[in-house]
């Protein structure tokens, strides 16, 4: 059984910074793209960043210059540094990986950002 766990969610002020780690456990043979979607209220789940197993970076044009994706793949962990941080950016936070051909979700994790 695969699992996919957030963590670094907070509170937090505009401008300020949060770090988010999605780690990956259980049988895994191979991850390929990891990425971050997330889901405010009232509105659909939209990706924010998505990483391939190469590094190769995309990213949502409303985060470009404040966020960056990395990934540590020795220990199956992605990252989402959120710097510059608005209130619009306040969502839960989606970490996505597909692991041998399929597609897992974490639970989420709150980021609140207060004006």
């Known amino acids: 059984q695969v699992q996919l766990v957030e963590s670094g969610g907070n509170l937090v002020q505009a401008g300020g910074s949060l770090r988010l780690s999605c780690a990956a456990s259980?049988?895994?043979?191979?991850?390929?793209?990891m990425a971050w979607y997330r889901q405010a209220p009232g509105k659909q789940r939209e990706l924010v960043a998505r990483i391939s197993n190469g590094g190769t970076t995309t990213y949502a044009d409303s985060v470009k210059g404040r966020f960056t994706i990395s990934r540590d793949n020795a220990k199956n962990t992605v990252y989402l540094q959120m710097d510059s941080l608005k209130p619009e950016d306040t969502a839960v936070y989606y970490c996505n990986a597909i692991v041998d051909f399929n597609s897992r979700w974490g639970q989420g994790t709150q980021v609140t950002v207060s004006s």
């Open positions: 259980g049988t895994i043979r191979i991850i390929n793209a």
